[in-house]
Antibody, heavy 120, light 108 residues
């Protein structure tokens, strides 16, 4: 069974930093691209960042480029999101989502999310 | 950026009835369109990809159609567990696939 478990969320002041983690199990982690998608309270879904299976390709939404860094450790079956210079508008539930080989760009598996609150 | 527009924002349907949700892209996304279902407090669930292919384990009452800029998700006979918010997502311009704003399907 595919499992994705996020951690690392919490309350942080504007300008602060936070590192999210996603522990994966139930599939060959090193074979799949991974993504972070966020959802502000009461709002829709926003793609944040993607990383290819071997970390060769990394992409970011314009809204987080230069502030967030995605990375992965295939030996530890883990995905990370380093978030710096946080803003109030970064407040959201952050989901870790596995990519699809059959339909690149879709996300057939999601974690339950971790809440990041940016507030003074 | 490709903008995805869903309609209606809210759809009130009685159990057992058919629900038809629409999604329009600001430019062609070919058939690179997915639909997700999200229930309160839960992560999204992939229903449809490639505009019309059901994801693993998705009941046959869910069907998708369309290509280019106009897409439809149909739920043939609404069950109680189908009341949720539905999002379309284009992945033609990937990475950076954009989501629609969602359609809430509520009990009439």
């Amino acid at each position: 069974e595919v499992q994705l478990v996020e951690s690392g969320g919490g309350l942080v002041k504007p300008g602060g930093s936070l590192r999210l983690s996603c522990a994966a199990s139930g599939f060959t982690f090193s074979s799949y691209s991974m993504n972070w998608v966020r959802q502000a309270p009461g709002k829709g879904l926003e793609w944040v960042s993607s990383i290819s299976s071997s970390s060769s390709y990394i992409y970011y939404a314009d809204s987080v480029k230069g502030r967030f860094t995605i990375s992965r450790d295939n030996a530890k079956n883990s995905l990370y999101l380093q978030m710096n210079s946080l803003r109030a508008e970064d407040t959201a539930v952050y989901y870790c989502a596995r990519g699809s080989i059959a339909a690149a760009g879709t996300a057939p598996y999601w974690g339950q999310g971790t809440l990041v609150t940016v507030s003074s | 950026e490709i903008v995805m527009t869903q309609s209606p924002a809210t759809l009130s349907v009685s159990p057992g009835e058919r629900a038809t949700l629409s999604c329009r892209a600001s430019q062609s996304v070919s058939s690179n369109l997915a639909w997700y279902q999200q229930k309160p407090g839960q992560a999204p669930r992939l229903l449809i990809y490639g505009a019309s292919t059901r994801a693993t384990g998705i009941p046959a009452r869910f069907s998708g159609s369309g290509s280019g800029t106009e897409f439809t998700l149909t739920i043939s006979s609404l069950q109680s567990e189908d009341f949720a918010v539905y999002y379309c997502q284009q992945y033609n311009n990937w990475p950076g696939g954009t989501f629609g704003q969602g359609t809430k399907v509520e009990i009439k």
